[in-house]
């Protein structure tokens, strides 16, 4: 990448950043409404710390700090001093958003100067930590989607501002107050198409970042793996067919769940995907960034866990004689379907389309759809290295290695991830009770 470009993919990035901030009020940027959400001030600020210390520091020699911004903003590298506990991000008033906007400034003023006055030798490596950098901050503008999401919900009722406008054209997410009585008989049935399952057949297929190009370090090394021939459904699960479940108790039955499942369904009170509500007539609403709305049948199930994930394929399975041995991808599997049907980056429904909700499946043509992009899909595969898997070196060895443990893989992005971000290599992973996230529903299961 030459400096031209490199130049216009960071201040783009950045750029992406602070637009979507736009619609916020004050207020909205200081909220922490729960621990593993981040304020918005916090991320503006941390991403920009990941430029002033990996990158200016070791280049210029300054990374325009001082000591106590340093350590507000530093996540979780322990290599590269203290910092305040993440729980306690919501809590501080100081340093002000003001603060932090003219934080950044200053740090892209003194990237956008290195990267124009860099010598020739000293480029690739600056080259490969500003695309780090970039990568690291779309994985911010994610977070910052779903935490934004999560602090405008926690708002009362009569104080819920949209952070969107839907177009009234939009069909994925056009809605009402309250679903039509159709729907709402749709959604108490599950009543749904004949299901239609992509078969992939056995063999020792090769793994990893098998495109070229950027990509992390838990995507290495590239290594071949052995798969058994298996099947995965052609699109996501859709809330008419979750709902169902829920309708039937599925929040209530613990021989549907995993033993930690069955205690997050008690601990935390859960009778339905997050941002599902009831509405005056008691049929389902949800709550999206563009408002409370009826509850659309055809689009895709979000904002569940792993475990919900895990629960409804038993219950399917015990109620469909097609899903007779189904459950959720591995993460190779799930790669090799997307590998071989192709992501179609162009029909998914990504943070660049400004829609922020994901979208009714499309036309199959024959493939899985929905692969890339509308909602990150549980894997049932721990996050492990791969085979003689090395991390990034220096600090950065912190970003990925060392949560490997106890947190099941994700693929495929989201409506909130940007489309640029995403391949078909792209490993993503949260704790198994994770569902403030963009994540639903692909069931598989092996071939006869």
């Known amino acids: 990448m030459n400096r031209e470009d490199l130049l216009a993919r960071f201040k783009s990035v950045r750029q992406t950043s602070v637009d979507l901030c736009r619609p916020l009020a004050a207020e909205d940027y200081r909220i922490q409404s729960m621990p593993d959400v981040s304020p918005p001030w916090w991320n503006l600020g941390h991403t920009t710390w990941f430029f002033a210390k990996n990158l200016l520091e070791p280049f210029t020699g300054d990374a325009l700090m001082t000591e106590s911004l340093e350590f507000v903003l530093n996540s979780y590298y322990e290599s590269l001093g203290p910092r305040l506990p993440r729980h306690e991000r919501g809590r501080v008033t100081r340093p002000t958003t003001d603060d932090v906007f003219a934080f950044r400034q200053r740090v892209d003023e003194s990237v956008e100067r290195l990267i124009a006055e860099a010598d020739d030798q000293a480029l690739p490596r600056i080259a490969f930590l500003?695309?780090?950098?970039?990568?690291?901050?779309?994985?911010?503008?994610?977070?910052l989607v779903t935490e934004i999401k999560h602090i405008l919900g926690g708002n009362a009722a009569g104080y819920r501002a949209p952070y969107v406008i839907w177009p009234e054209t939009q069909t994925a997410v056009a809605g009402t107050e309250e679903p039509s009585a159709a729907d709402q008989d749709r959604l108490q049935m599950g009543k749904t198409s004949k299901d239609t399952w992509k078969s992939f057949e056995p063999g020792l297929y090769r793994f990893g970042n098998l495109e070229g190009g950027w990509c992390w370090d838990n995507e290495m090394p590239i290594h071949k793996a052995w798969l058994d021939g298996f099947a995965v459904l052609d699109r996501l699960i859709t809330n008419e067919e979750y709902a169902a479940f829920v309708e039937d108790g599925g929040y209530r039955d613990p021989l549907l769940w995993l033993s930690n499942g069955w205690d997050a369904v008690q601990a935390g009170s859960w009778e339905a995907p997050l941002y599902w509500e009831r509405g005056e007539t008691g049929a389902w609403l949800h709550w999206t960034l563009a408002g409370a709305r009826a509850l659309a049948?055809?689009?895709?199930?979000?904002?569940?866990?792993?475990?919900?994930?895990?629960?409804?394929?038993?219950?399917?399975?015990?109620?469909?004689?097609?899903?007779?041995?189904?459950?959720?991808?591995?993460?190779?599997?799930?790669?090799?379907?997307?590998?071989?049907?192709?992501?179609?980056?162009?029909?998914?429904?990504?943070?660049?389309?400004?829609?922020?909700?994901?979208?009714p499946a499309p036309p199959t043509n024959?493939?899985?759809?929905?692969?890339?992009?509308?909602?990150w899909e549980w894997t049932t595969s721990h996050y492990e290295p791969y085979?003689?898997?090395?991390?990034?070196?220096?600090?950065?060895?912190?970003?990925?290695?060392?949560?490997?443990?106890?947190?099941?893989?994700?693929?495929?992005?989201?409506?909130?991830?940007?489309?640029?971000?995403?391949?078909?290599?792209?490993?993503?992973?949260?704790?198994?009770?994770?569902?403030?996230?963009?994540?639903?529903?692909?069931?598989?299961?092996?071939l006869d």
């Not at 495929?412 to 994540?439: E, K, V």
């Open 130 to 143: 500003v695309e780090t950098g970039c990568q690291h901050e779309q994985q911010h503008q994610e977070l």
């Open 297 to 359: 049948p055809d689009e895709p199930v979000a904002h569940v866990s792993f475990y919900e994930a895990d629960a409804y394929i038993r219950w399917r399975s015990a109620h469909d004689t097609e899903w007779q041995g189904a459950r959720l991808p591995t993460e190779r599997e799930w790669e090799q379907a997307a590998r071989t049907s192709g992501l179609e980056l162009d029909r998914g429904t990504f943070l660049d389309d400004g829609v922020f909700h994901p979208r």
């Open 366 to 375: 024959g493939r899985p759809t929905q692969l890339g992009g509308e909602l």
């Open 387 to 446: 085979p003689n898997y090395q991390p990034f070196d220096g600090a950065l060895m912190e970003y990925n290695g060392k949560f490997m443990d106890n947190q099941r893989v994700l693929r495929g992005g989201s409506c909130a991830t940007p489309r640029d971000h995403i391949r078909a290599s792209y490993r993503n992973f949260w704790p198994a009770a994770t569902r403030f996230q963009f994540a639903g529903i692909r069931p598989a299961k092996p």
